[in-house]
C-alpha cells in the first residue's frame, strides 16, 4: 500500500516590529512616504470619529488585532494552515470580524495572494484559515501576514484596518538539506487532465540542468537563479505506476526526478437505486464506474447519508449498502451517496417512499391440489409485506415448455387459483411471482413447481390391423395394432384386450388381455368368421373398441398387380373407388421385403380417400416394395381391391442391370458377370417403340458359391503332382538308394587301420575280448573277395555262444565299453538323408531315441549294399555302434529263436569312452577295450546282436563329438 | 516467488556447510562451494538489473541508462583499485565482501517492499529481486564457512540501512533499486574474483 504522508511542519516566527510599520494596500506596494503622512492624518480623523460612532455600538475598541499567528505547512498538499486569536475580546462577546490575509513569493513585496476572510469571532476562539499553492513549497519561501477589519453591515466601506502582523516566512526549502539539486513535489497526486506546477532546486545557478517528462525535454521558466518552474497542463493518464519527471545536472550527472501519479476521473456512481424486500431493510446498489488506474494510491470510499433521520453509514462494499428502514416512524427516505477519493468526491441523492420500494420475497410453499384429469387448485404463500399489503401475483402455465396460460391473482398471504382445460395424464409446470400491488415497484422472483394431470380413459379405438396365414390348414391370424398417441390414450396403457367372437356358431366370445406395450398377437383360428375387438386400457378405463372381421373366405381373389414408381418421398398410390359401401381402406406393405420377418406395416385411410402417399424411412434404394390395397366393408371385412409394386428408388448401371435385347427372334441370353452365391431376380419384358410392356413375374435366381471351384482347381494339379513324383521315384528307386543310404565300405580296407598300426601309438589298444563279458559270440566265416555273392547266397547262419547265464552277477566295474555314435543315428533316422560324409552337425542327444527299427532297416540295406559296392578303405563314411541289448528280447529266447529281427532292433549309438577318462579329449586313440557297433550284418539280418569277430576303434574328431570311424579287427561287443 | 528450478536445491546445499561449526574443516570445500555459487549468482545479476530498469520507466528504462553517479552511502561500492584489491589480506578481503553482501540482503529486501507498492503488478521482478536476496544470504553464510575454515573472525550482523528508509519519495526509491541492483552485480562479480583467488591460494 502506498500511503502518501504529508509532513506538517509547524513554524512559528517571532513577531517582526519592522515590518509591522510597513502599511501595505491591496495591491501590496508601498506608497512614498509624503503621501502617507497625508493619508495617516486623514486615517486617524476619520477613525477618531468612527471611534466616537462606534462606542455607542461596540464596548470593545477597534481594531481586535489577530494574535499569536501560527503557519503550519502541509507540503503534501501544498497548502498553508494559518490559525490566530483575537485577544482582547469580551467575555462571551460575538464580533463579526473580517481578516486580510496577503502572501507574498520569494520576497515581501511580490505578493501573490491577498484574501478577505470573514467569520464571527468569539472570546478566545482559535481562528483557522488554509491556502493551497499552486507552485509546490519547497521551490521557494513565501511570506504570510495579516490584518482585521470590522465587518459589520452598519459599517460602510472602507473599511478601517487594523495593523498587519509582522512577515511570517514559510521556507521549507531550509530543512531539505543541501543536495545540489532537488524537483519538488514530490509523489505528486492528481487526476487526469488537470495543470501540475513542477520546478527544481538548484544549489548552484552554474550548472546547465535538462529535465525530462516521460523522456522528452521539456523548458520552464527560471523563478530565481536556482530554481526552474515547469507548468505541466493538462496531464494524461499514461500507466498506474505513474510519469516520471526528472532533471540531470551536467557536469556531476545527478538524477533528480519526481513520480507523478496521475489517476483516471473518479467516476460518479450510477444507477444508484433502493429497495426493500421486508419493509426492514433497504438494500441500496449503484454501479461505481470506472477505476481510477491508481487503485493502491487512490482507494475509493462509499458514505450513505440520509438526511431525515441525519444517520449516516460508511459502505463496506464499492457497489452495495445496506441501511435499516425504520417503517413505523419514517416513510420517506433522502439518501445522499457520497463517493470519494483523495482528489474527489462526488454525490448522488436519492428521495422516495419507502413503500413504493418493495420488491418483494419470492412467492413458497406453491401446492397443487385436487388434481383431475382437467383441472388442478394451484396455492401458494407469500412473504408478508407490512399490515398485511396486497400482492399481485402472476401466474404462468407451461405445456410442453410454452406458456398456455398466464393469469393475475391478488394475494394477501395465500394464493389460490384453479387451472382449467388441462390435458389429462400431461406434465405442467407452473410459475409463480408477486409484486406490491398499490405501488409495483418490481416482481419477485419466479418459484415454479410442476404436476401432473391425473388419467382419463383412452378416447379414441387402437388402429388395427391383422395378417392372415395358412399353416397347416389351419389358419394363423396376427393382429396388429399401433399404440395409441398421448393424447388418445389419456394416461399410460396398461393393456389391450382382445375380445373374439365367432359368428358363425354359437356366441361365444373369448377374451384375450395383453399386456402393454405389445403391439401384436397371434390367434390360431377355425374356418369360421370371426369378428375381433380390440379395446386399449388403462388405470381409469377403456377406450372404444376397434373392430375388424374375418370372413370365412380368406378373399385372396387374383387382382393384377401393377406398378407404381417411387419417389424420394414415397410411392403415390392410387385406387379405384369402390361402388359399394366401405367404412375405409387399408394399405399395407412390408417394409423389409427381403427380411422373412417382413415387418408389415398398414395405413388405414377414410372411405373417400382414393389415394395416399406411402413414406418410410425404412424404404431402401433397389429394393422392391408391394402394396396392398383393402377396403373395408360395413361389416368390418377387409377386401383385397388392389396390388402395387414398385421401387423406391430403381438402382441404374450394374447393381440393378437393364438389358436390351434389340433382336426380337432371340430367345436366350445369358447373363454374365454374376457375384456367386447370391440371389437375382430377373424379369423379362417386350417393348416397342412405344414404350414397355406390362410388368412381368420375376423369375428367382440363385448362384452358385465359388469355393468349390475354387478348391477343385487348387487340388487336381496337386494330386496330379504327386502322383508324378511316386512314378518318379519309383523308376529312379536305384538312384534313391545310392543318395539316401550309400553302402558302408569294408572296414578291412580302411587305411586308417593301417595308420594306427604304423604309428604304435602305445595310448591306442585293441579291445581285448577278455576285457569284456560277452554274452553270446557269433563266429563268421570270413570269406574275402566272395562277399557279393551274399546276398545272392543264403545268408550263413551265426552262431551264437552263450557265455553267461545272466549280465547281473557280472561283478564289479565292467570292463565292458560301449559306444554310440551320433552321427550315423542321424543319417539312419532320416532314411532318405543327405549324402553320408564327414558329419556337419551332430544332433542333439534326443535325436538319438528314434525307432531303433528304422535304424535297423536302414542299416541292414546299407550294409548290404555297402559289402559289395563301397571299395574298402573309404573313410568317408559312417558307421553305428552296434549293442544289441539283452533288453531287446527275451533272453531265454535267444538261443532258440535267433533269427527274431526284433530281438536286434535295440541298437545303441555309443561314445568311446575309455576307461578311467573323464571327458573324451581331442583326438584320443581307443584303448583296447575301445570297441564300436556294426550294424547287422547281411546274414545276421534279422538275427540276435553279437560280436562279429572284428574290432573296431574308435578315432574321435576333435571336437569329441563327431566319430568318424575306422576299423580295427577285433570283436564287437554287446553290452548292457 | 518463483525460482529458476535448480536454484533451491543449489542454495540449500550450499547452505549446508555451515551449520557445522567447530569441526576443523578445510577452507578449499567451502572455498569451492561459495565460488560455485557466486558464478552462478553472476550469470543472474545484468538479468535483474535488466528488468529492475525495465519496470521504473524513463529514465530508467531508456536504452542504456547508467548513472554511476548514482550512490548509496549505507552500500559500500564495490569498485577499488587492483593494486588495493590484490593487496587485500585473506581477512580484510573476505570482511569487505561479508559486509557488502550483508548490506546488500538488507538492501534487497528494501527494494522488494519499494517495488511491491511501486510495480505491484509485477510478479517477475518481485520473484527476481526475492531470489537474489536469498542467494545473497546464501553467499554470506558460505563465506562465514570460509571465514571459520580460515580461523578469522566472523563480523557481527549489524543494521546496514539504519533509519533512512521511509521518507523517501518514488522517484528516490527507484533510484535506490537501482543502485542496489546494480551493486549486486558488480559486488557478485567482485566475489568471484575473490573467490577465485582464494581458490587458487587453497587448493582442495
Given at each position: 500500500?502506498?500511503?502518501?504522508?504529508?509532513?506538517?511542519?509547524?513554524?512559528?516566527?517571532?513577531?517582526?516590529?519592522?515590518?509591522?510599520?510597513?502599511?501595505?494596500?491591496?495591491?501590496?506596494?508601498p506608497?512614498?512616504?509624503?503621501?502617507?503622512?497625508v493619508?495617516?492624518?486623514?486615517?486617524?480623523?476619520?477613525?477618531?470619529?468612527?471611534?466616537?460612532?462606534?462606542?455607542?455600538?461596540?464596548?470593545?475598541?477597534?481594531?481586535?488585532?489577530?494574535k499569536?499567528?501560527?503557519?503550519?505547512?502541509?507540503?503534501?498538499?501544498?497548502?498553508?494552515?494559518?490559525?490566530?486569536?483575537?485577544?482582547?475580546?469580551?467575555?462571551?462577546?460575538?464580533?463579526?470580524?473580517?481578516?486580510?490575509?496577503?502572501?507574498?513569493?520569494?520576497?515581501?513585496?511580490?505578493?501573490?495572494?491577498?484574501?478577505?476572510?470573514?467569520?464571527?469571532?468569539?472570546?478566545?476562539?482559535?481562528?483557522?484559515?488554509?491556502?493551497?499553492?499552486?507552485?509546490?513549497?519547497?521551490?521557494?519561501?513565501?511570506?504570510?501576514?495579516?490584518?482585521?477589519g470590522?465587518?459589520d453591515?452598519?459599517?460602510?466601506?472602507?473599511?478601517?484596518?487594523?495593523?498587519?502582523?509582522?512577515?511570517?516566512?514559510?521556507?521549507?526549502?531550509?530543512?531539505?538539506?543541501?543536495?545540489?539539486?532537488?524537483?519538488?513535489?514530490?509523489?505528486?497526486?492528481?487526476?487526469?487532465?488537470?495543470?501540475?506546477t513542477?520546478?527544481?532546486?538548484?544549489?548552484?545557478?552554474?550548472?546547465?540542468?535538462?529535465?525530462?517528462?516521460?523522456?522528452?525535454?521539456?523548458?520552464?521558466?527560471?523563478?530565481d537563479?536556482n530554481?526552474?518552474?515547469?507548468?505541466?497542463?493538462?496531464?494524461?493518464?499514461?500507466?498506474?505506476?505513474?510519469?516520471?519527471?526528472y532533471?540531470k545536472?551536467?557536469?556531476?550527472?545527478?538524477?533528480?526526478?519526481?513520480?507523478?501519479?496521475?489517476?483516471k476521473?473518479?467516476?460518479?456512481?450510477?444507477?444508484?437505486?433502493?429497495?426493500?424486500?421486508?419493509?426492514?431493510?433497504?438494500?441500496?446498489?449503484?454501479?461505481?464506474?470506472?477505476?481510477?488506474?491508481?487503485?493502491?494510491?487512490?482507494?475509493?470510499?462509499?458514505?450513505?447519508?440520509?438526511?431525515?433521520?441525519?444517520?449516516?453509514?460508511?459502505?463496506?462494499?464499492?457497489?452495495?449498502?445496506?441501511?435499516?428502514?425504520?417503517?413505523?416512524?419514517?416513510?420517506?427516505?433522502?439518501?445522499?451517496?457520497?463517493?470519494?477519493?483523495?482528489?474527489?468526491?462526488?454525490?448522488?441523492?436519492?428521495?422516495?417512499?419507502?413503500?413504493?420500494?418493495?420488491?418483494?420475497m419470492?412467492?413458497?410453499?406453491?401446492?397443487?391440489?385436487?388434481?383431475?384429469?382437467?383441472?388442478?387448485?394451484?396455492?401458494?404463500?407469500?412473504?408478508?409485506?407490512?399490515?398485511?399489503?396486497?400482492?399481485?401475483?402472476?401466474?404462468?402455465?407451461?405445456?410442453?415448455?410454452?406458456?398456455?396460460?398466464?393469469?393475475?391473482?391478488?394475494?394477501?398471504?395465500?394464493?389460490?387459483?384453479?387451472?382449467?382445460?388441462?390435458?389429462?395424464?400431461t406434465?405442467?409446470?407452473?410459475?409463480v411471482?408477486?409484486?406490491?400491488?398499490?405501488?409495483?415497484?418490481?416482481?419477485?422472483?419466479?418459484?415454479?413447481?410442476?404436476?401432473?394431470?391425473?388419467?382419463?380413459?383412452?378416447?379414441?379405438?387402437?388402429?388395427?390391423?391383422?395378417?392372415?396365414?395358412?399353416?397347416?390348414?389351419?389358419?394363423?391370424?396376427?393382429?396388429?395394432?399401433?399404440?395409441?398417441?398421448?393424447l388418445?390414450?389419456?394416461?399410460?396403457?396398461?393393456?389391450?384386450?382382445?375380445?373374439?367372437?365367432?359368428?358363425?356358431?354359437?356366441?361365444?366370445?373369448?377374451?384375450?388381455?395383453?399386456?402393454?406395450?405389445?403391439?401384436?398377437?397371434?390367434?390360431?383360428?377355425?374356418?369360421?368368421?370371426?369378428?375381433?375387438?380390440?379395446?386399449?386400457?388403462?388405470?381409469?378405463?377403456?377406450?372404444?373398441?376397434?373392430?375388424?372381421?374375418?370372413?370365412?373366405?380368406?378373399?385372396?381373389?387374383?387382382?393384377?398387380?401393377?406398378?407404381?414408381?417411387?419417389?424420394?418421398?414415397?410411392?403415390?398410390?392410387?385406387?379405384?373407388?369402390?361402388?359399394?359401401?366401405?367404412?375405409?381402406?387399408?394399405?399395407?406393405?412390408?417394409?423389409?421385403p427381403?427380411?422373412?420377418r417382413?415387418?408389415?406395416?398398414?395405413?388405414?385411410?377414410?372411405?373417400?380417400?382414393?389415394?395416399?402417399?406411402?413414406?418410410?424411412?425404412?424404404?431402401?434404394?433397389?429394393?422392391?416394395?408391394?402394396?396392398?390395397?383393402?377396403?373395408?366393408?360395413?361389416?368390418?371385412?377387409?377386401?383385397?381391391l388392389?396390388?402395387?409394386?414398385?421401387?423406391?428408388?430403381?438402382?441404374?448401371?450394374?447393381?440393378?442391370?437393364?438389358?436390351?435385347?434389340?433382336?426380337?427372334?432371340?430367345?436366350?441370353?445369358?447373363?454374365?458377370?454374376?457375384?456367386?452365391a447370391?440371389?437375382?431376380?430377373?424379369?423379362?419384358?417386350?417393348?416397342?417403340?412405344?414404350?414397355?410392356?406390362?410388368?412381368?413375374?420375376?423369375?428367382?435366381?440363385?448362384?452358385?458359391?465359388?469355393?468349390?471351384?475354387?478348391?477343385?482347381?487348387?487340388l487336381?494339379?496337386?494330386?496330379?503332382?504327386?502322383?508324378?513324383?511316386?512314378?518318379?521315384c519309383?523308376?529312379?528307386?536305384?538312384?534313391?538308394?545310392e543318395?539316401?543310404?550309400?553302402?558302408?565300405?569294408?572296414?578291412?580296407?580302411?587305411?586308417?587301420?593301417?595308420?594306427?598300426?604304423?604309428?604304435?601309438?602305445?595310448?591306442?589298444?585293441?579291445?581285448?575280448?577278455?576285457?569284456?563279458?560277452?554274452?553270446?559270440?557269433?563266429?563268421?566265416?570270413?570269406?574275402?573277395?566272395?562277399?557279393?555273392?551274399?546276398?545272392?547266397?543264403?545268408?550263413?547262419?551265426?552262431?551264437?555262444?552263450?557265455?553267461?547265464?545272466?549280465?547281473?552277477?557280472?561283478?564289479?566295474?565292467?570292463?565292458?565299453?560301449?559306444?554310440?555314435?551320433?552321427?550315423?543315428?542321424?543319417?539312419?533316422?532320416?532314411?532318405?538323408?543327405?549324402?553320408?560324409?564327414?558329419?556337419?552337425?551332430?544332433?542333439?542327444?534326443?535325436?538319438?531315441?528314434?525307432?531303433?527299427?528304422?535304424?535297423?532297416?536302414?542299416?541292414?540295406?546299407?550294409?548290404?549294399?555297402?559289402?559289395?559296392?563301397?571299395?574298402?578303405?573309404?573313410?568317408?563314411?559312417?558307421?553305428?555302434?552296434?549293442?544289441?541289448?539283452?533288453?531287446c528280447?527275451?533272453?531265454?529266447?535267444?538261443?532258440?529263436?535267433?533269427?527274431?529281427?526284433?530281438?536286434?532292433?535295440?541298437?545303441?549309438?555309443?561314445?568311446?569312452?575309455?576307461?578311467?577318462?573323464?571327458?573324451?579329449?581331442?583326438?584320443?586313440?581307443?584303448?583296447?577295450?575301445a570297441?564300436?557297433?556294426?550294424?547287422?550284418?547281411?546274414?545276421?539280418?534279422?538275427?540276435?546282436?553279437?560280436?562279429?569277430?572284428?574290432?573296431?576303434?574308435?578315432?574321435?574328431?576333435?571336437?569329441?563329438?563327431?566319430?568318424?570311424?575306422?576299423?580295427?579287427?577285433?570283436?564287437?561287443?554287446?553290452?548292457? | 516467488?518463483?525460482?529458476?528450478?535448480?536454484?533451491?536445491?543449489?542454495?540449500?546445499?550450499?547452505?549446508?556447510?555451515?551449520?557445522?561449526?567447530?569441526?576443523?574443516?578445510?577452507?578449499a570445500?567451502?572455498?569451492?562451494?561459495?565460488?560455485?555459487?557466486?558464478?552462478?549468482?553472476?550469470?543472474?545479476?545484468?538479468?535483474?538489473?535488466?528488468?529492475?530498469?525495465?519496470?521504473q520507466?524513463?529514465?530508467?528504462?531508456?536504452?542504456?541508462?547508467?548513472?554511476?553517479?548514482?550512490?548509496?552511502?549505507?552500500?559500500?561500492?564495490?569498485?577499488?583499485?587492483?593494486?588495493?584489491?590484490?593487496?587485500?589480506?585473506?581477512?580484510?578481503?573476505?570482511?569487505?565482501?561479508?559486509?557488502?553482501?550483508?548490506?546488500?540482503?538488507?538492501?534487497?529486501?528494501?527494494?522488494?517492499?519499494?517495488?511491491?507498492?511501486?510495480?505491484?503488478?509485477?510478479?517477475?521482478?518481485?520473484?527476481?529481486?526475492?531470489?537474489?536476496?536469498?542467494?545473497?544470504?546464501?553467499?554470506?553464510?558460505?563465506?562465514?564457512?570460509?571465514?571459520?575454515?580460515?580461523?578469522?573472525?566472523?563480523?557481527?550482523?549489524?543494521?546496514?540501512?539504519?533509519?533512512?528508509?521511509?521518507?523517501?519519495?518514488?522517484?528516490?526509491?527507484?533510484?535506490?533499486?537501482?543502485?542496489?541492483?546494480r551493486?549486486?552485480?558488480?559486488?557478485?562479480?567482485?566475489?568471484?574474483?575473490?573467490?577465485?583467488?582464494?581458490?587458487?591460494?587453497?587448493?582442495?
Amino acid at each position: 500500500m502506498f500511503v502518501l504522508r504529508g509532513v506538517q511542519r509547524h513554524l512559528r516566527f517571532a513577531q517582526r516590529p519592522d515590518l509591522n510599520e510597513k502599511f501595505y494596500k491591496m495591491s501590496g506596494k508601498p506608497e512614498p512616504m509624503a503621501v502617507f503622512s497625508v493619508f495617516q492624518t486623514t486615517f486617524l480623523l476619520a477613525l477618531l470619529s468612527l471611534r466616537m460612532y462606534q462606542s455607542q455600538v461596540f464596548s470593545e475598541p477597534l481594531p481586535l488585532a489577530p494574535k499569536s499567528l501560527e503557519i503550519s505547512i502541509d507540503s503534501t498538499h501544498q497548502r498553508l494552515h494559518l490559525q490566530w486569536r483575537v485577544h482582547n475580546l469580551a467575555y462571551h462577546r460575538e464580533l463579526k470580524m473580517v481578516f486580510q490575509i496577503e502572501i507574498s513569493r520569494i520576497k515581501t513585496s511580490n505578493v501573490i495572494w491577498v484574501e478577505n476572510y470573514s467569520t464571527t469571532v468569539k472570546w478566545n476562539q482559535v481562528l483557522r484559515w488554509s491556502w493551497e499553492s499552486q507552485l509546490p513549497l519547497e521551490c521557494t519561501q513565501h511570506f504570510v501576514r495579516m490584518r482585521s477589519g470590522a465587518a459589520d453591515a452598519q459599517i460602510p466601506e472602507p473599511r478601517f484596518w487594523g495593523d498587519w502582523t509582522s512577515w511570517e516566512e514559510v521556507a521549507v526549502q531550509s530543512s531539505l538539506g543541501h543536495h545540489p539539486l532537488s524537483v519538488f513535489p514530490k509523489d505528486k497526486l492528481v487526476e487526469e487532465g488537470s495543470n501540475v506546477t513542477v520546478c527544481y532546486v538548484s544549489r548552484s545557478h552554474h550548472n546547465n540542468i535538462s529535465c525530462y517528462l516521460e523522456g522528452i525535454q521539456i523548458h520552464g521558466e527560471q523563478l530565481d537563479p536556482n530554481v526552474c518552474v515547469f507548468h505541466l497542463n493538462n496531464v494524461p493518464f499514461i500507466r498506474d505506476t505513474g510519469t516520471n519527471m526528472y532533471c540531470k545536472m551536467d557536469p556531476g550527472g545527478v538524477i533528480k526526478g519526481i513520480v507523478l501519479f496521475v489517476s483516471k476521473v473518479f467516476e460518479e456512481p450510477k444507477d444508484f437505486s433502493c429497495e426493500t424486500r421486508d419493509l426492514k431493510t433497504l438494500s441500496c446498489t449503484w454501479d461505481p464506474g470506472k477505476d481510477t488506474g491508481l487503485l493502491t494510491q487512490l482507494s475509493p470510499s462509499y458514505t450513505l447519508f440520509e438526511s431525515f433521520s441525519g444517520k449516516k453509514v460508511i459502505c463496506t462494499h464499492k457497489s452495495w449498502c445496506d441501511w435499516q428502514a425504520a417503517p413505523d416512524s419514517q416513510e420517506m427516505y433522502n439518501f445522499t451517496l457520497t463517493a470519494g477519493n483523495d482528489l474527489r468526491k462526488r454525490s448522488v441523492h436519492l428521495l422516495f417512499n419507502l413503500t413504493h420500494r418493495v420488491h418483494p420475497m419470492a412467492p413458497f410453499n406453491v401446492l397443487f391440489k385436487n388434481v383431475s384429469p382437467t383441472n388442478a387448485a394451484m396455492t401458494w404463500r407469500v412473504h408478508s409485506i407490512g399490515n398485511y399489503s396486497t400482492l399481485l401475483c402472476q401466474v404462468e402455465l407451461y405445456g410442453e415448455g410454452k406458456v398456455i396460460q398466464k393469469q393475475n391473482v391478488s394475494v394477501v398471504a395465500n394464493g389460490e387459483l384453479l387451472v382449467r382445460n388441462l390435458e389429462p395424464y400431461t406434465e405442467y409446470v407452473a410459475q409463480v411471482r408477486c409484486a406490491h400491488a398499490s405501488h409495483f415497484w418490481r416482481w419477485s422472483e419466479w418459484t415454479r413447481d410442476n404436476f401432473t394431470t391425473a388419467e382419463a380413459a383412452p378416447s379414441e379405438a387402437p388402429d388395427v390391423w391383422r395378417e392372415v396365414k395358412s399353416v397347416q390348414g389351419h389358419r394363423v391370424v396376427t393382429l396388429f395394432w399401433k399404440p395409441l398417441s398421448k393424447l388418445q390414450a389419456k394416461g399410460k396403457i396398461l393393456f389391450y384386450n382382445v375380445v373374439l367372437e365367432n359368428l358363425d356358431g354359437p356366441s361365444t366370445m373369448k377374451l384375450l388381455s395383453i399386456p402393454a406395450p405389445a403391439n401384436c398377437t397371434e390367434l390360431a383360428l377355425d374356418h369360421h368368421s370371426y369378428q375381433i375387438h380390440v379395446t386399449a386400457n388403462n388405470s381409469v378405463g377403456t377406450s372404444p373398441a376397434a373392430v375388424i372381421t374375418l370372413s370365412r373366405d380368406p378373399g385372396n381373389k387374383d387382382v393384377e398387380e401393377a406398378r407404381v414408381k417411387g419417389t424420394k418421398d414415397g410411392f403415390s398410390l392410387s385406387w379405384k373407388p369402390q361402388p359399394r359401401d366401405v367404412t375405409g381402406y387399408i394399405v399395407e406393405w412390408c417394409e423389409h421385403p427381403r427380411d422373412p420377418r417382413c415387418d408389415l406395416q398398414w395405413k388405414s385411410l377414410g372411405p373417400n380417400t382414393t389415394s395416399t402417399v406411402v413414406s418410410s424411412d425404412a424404404f431402401r434404394p433397389g429394393v422392391r416394395y408391394n402394396f396392398r390395397i383393402y377396403g373395408i366393408s360395413t361389416e368390418r371385412i377387409p377386401y383385397l381391391l388392389e396390388k402395387k409394386t414398385g421401387y423406391s428408388q430403381e438402382l441404374d448401371g450394374s447393381v440393378c442391370c437393364k438389358y436390351k435385347i434389340d433382336n426380337p427372334k432371340q430367345k436366350t441370353f445369358v447373363v454374365q458377370n454374376l457375384q456367386p452365391a447370391s440371389f437375382y431376380e430377373f424379369f423379362l419384358t417386350p417393348y416397342t417403340s412405344a414404350g414397355e410392356g406390362p410388368l412381368g413375374t420375376f423369375t428367382k435366381v440363385t448362384t452358385q458359391d465359388e469355393y468349390s471351384r475354387i478348391l477343385i482347381r487348387i487340388l487336381v494339379p496337386m494330386i496330379l503332382c504327386i502322383l508324378l513324383l511316386t512314378i518318379l521315384c519309383y523308376l529312379k528307386s536305384q538312384w534313391m538308394k545310392e543318395k539316401c543310404y550309400p553302402d558302408i565300405p569294408d572296414p578291412y580296407k580302411s587305411s586308417v587301420l593301417s595308420l594306427i598300426k604304423s604309428k604304435e601309438n602305445p595310448r591306442l589298444t585293441i579291445m581285448n575280448v577278455k576285457d569284456c563279458v560277452p554274452d553270446a559270440i557269433e563266429v563268421i566265416n570270413k570269406r574275402e573277395g566272395a562277399r557279393k555273392s551274399l546276398i545272392e547266397t543264403e545268408p550263413t547262419k551265426p552262431t551264437y555262444l552263450h557265455l553267461l547265464p545272466t549280465e547281473k552277477s557280472y561283478p564289479g566295474p565292467g570292463p565292458c565299453i560301449c559306444f554310440e555314435n551320433f552321427t550315423y543315428n542321424q543319417a539312419a533316422s532320416e532314411s532318405c538323408g543327405p549324402v553320408p560324409g564327414p558329419p556337419k552337425e551332430q544332433p542333439s542327444q534326443l535325436g538319438l531315441l528314434t525307432s531303433s527299427e528304422n535304424v535297423l532297416k536302414a542299416l541292414g540295406k546299407t550294409y548290404v549294399n555297402s559289402l559289395g559296392e563301397i571299395p574298402a578303405g573309404e573313410t568317408n563314411l559312417n558307421y553305428v555302434s552296434q549293442l544289441a541289448s539283452p533288453l531287446c528280447g527275451d533272453k531265454s529266447s535267444l538261443p532258440t529263436n535267433p533269427p527274431e529281427p526284433a530281438l536286434c532292433s535295440e541298437y545303441k549309438m555309443q561314445m568311446a569312452i575309455p576307461m578311467g577318462l573323464a571327458s573324451p579329449p581331442s583326438i584320443t586313440p581307443l584303448d583296447e577295450g575301445a570297441a564300436a557297433h556294426s550294424p547287422c550284418p547281411p546274414r545276421s539280418s534279422g538275427s540276435r546282436c553279437a560280436a562279429h569277430g572284428e574290432q573296431f576303434a574308435q578315432v574321435q574328431s576333435e571336437r569329441g563329438r563327431a566319430g568318424r570311424w575306422t576299423l580295427h579287427p577285433g570283436w564287437n561287443f554287446q553290452c548292457q | 516467488l518463483r525460482f529458476p528450478p535448480a536454484a533451491p536445491l543449489c542454495l540449500l546445499t550450499l547452505l549446508l556447510p555451515p551449520l557445522r561449526p567447530g569441526a576443523p574443516i578445510s577452507p578449499a570445500e567451502p572455498i569451492s562451494q561459495a565460488y560455485s555459487l557466486a558464478l552462478y549468482m553472476q550469470k543472474n545479476t545484468s538479468t535483474l538489473l535488466q528488468t529492475y530498469l525495465q519496470y521504473q520507466g524513463s529514465p530508467f528504462s531508456d536504452p542504456g541508462f547508467s548513472a554511476p553517479e548514482l550512490q548509496l552511502s549505507s552500500l559500500p561500492p564495490a569498485t577499488v583499485s587492483f593494486k588495493t584489491w590484490h593487496a587485500l589480506d585473506d581477512g580484510e578481503r573476505l570482511g569487505h565482501a561479508q559486509g557488502a553482501f550483508l548490506a546488500l540482503t538488507q538492501h534487497l529486501q528494501l527494494v522488494g517492499d519499494d517495488q511491491r507498492d511501486l510495480n505491484p503488478g509485477s510478479p517477475i521482478l518481485l520473484a527476481q529481486l526475492g531470489a537474489a536476496r536469498l542467494r545473497a544470504q546464501g553467499l554470506l553464510g558460505n563465506m562465514a564457512a570460509i571465514m571459520t575454515a580460515l580461523g578469522l573472525p566472523i563480523p557481527p550482523e549489524e543494521d546496514t540501512l539504519g533509519v533512512v528508509a521511509f521518507g523517501a519519495s518514488a522517484f528516490e526509491r527507484k533510484c535506490r533499486g537501482y543502485v542496489v541492483t546494480r551493486e549486486y552485480g558488480h559486488w557478485t562479480d567482485r566475489a568471484v574474483k575473490d573467490l577465485a583467488l582464494l581458490k587458487a591460494k587453497y587448493p582442495g
